[in-house]
């Protein structure tokens, strides 16, 4: 089965450089529970550079093996701040897993020559999802000790696994500028 899976440039999504052509990515919302991760760092639109865009993470990578059910991954670097609230989340227990979240990860399309979203939610929506299980452990992480990629403003490590909630959603995946597919990311169920 296919799989959409992709590796971010940190350093290029924190001080975003025209001349380079490295895939970025960001979540731009995120509420787990009754938490909700401020947008707190601020850069560069890569489709519109001159636009200052804030941010919850920078992403250093993320996957979707594209099947309805199947977890959205991410992985990036949150603020100090953030880093403060996911750990809390980590070691509470929780009993609100619900997420609500929204991103966008940026490729170049060298016959275009400019960015363009390649994988987000369809019509920039907030997606619902709950955290993923890891056995019986919830899929989030964030690293104790800051970053030495980038050093400033202070960031640390931030993992995450979203299953969809079981409502109909989309998400738009999209190999260069022009060409681009819906697919559908959870199932409504009947009550």
Do not use: R
């Not at 804030?54 to 093996?65: D, K």
């Not at 079981?166 to 199932?187: E, H, I, L, N, R």
Request: a negative charge; one cysteine or more; proline letters at 6%.
């Amino acid at each position: 089965m296919p799989t959409f899976q992709k590796s971010c440039d940190i350093h290029q999504g924190y001080n975003f450089k025209k001349d380079i052509q490295s895939p970025v990515g960001y979540l731009t919302a995120l509420k787990v529970g009754d938490v909700t991760l401020k947008a707190d760092q601020t850069v560069k639109d890569p489709t519109a550079p001159e636009t200052d865009m804030p941010v919850v993470a920078v992403l250093s990578g993320a996957m979707w093996e594209l099947g309805v059910t199947d977890a959205l991954y991410y992985s990036g670097q949150i603020s100090v701040y953030n880093k403060q609230q996911a750990q809390m989340l980590v070691y509470k227990d929780m009993s609100k897993v619900d997420v609500l979240l929204k991103f966008a990860v940026y490729a170049y399309d060298p016959l275009e020559k400019k960015y363009f979203k390649c994988l987000l939610p369809t019509d920039d929506a907030e997606l619902k999802g709950i955290l993923e299980k890891n056995g019986a452990d919830l899929n989030i992480s964030v690293a104790d000790d800051p970053s030495a990629e980038v050093q400033s403003p202070e960031n640390y490590a931030f993992q995450l696994g979203v299953k969809p909630q079981p409502s109909a959603q989309v998400v738009t995946v999209a190999t260069s500028f022009s060409d681009k597919v819906v697919k559908a990311w959870g199932m409504k169920v009947e009550k």
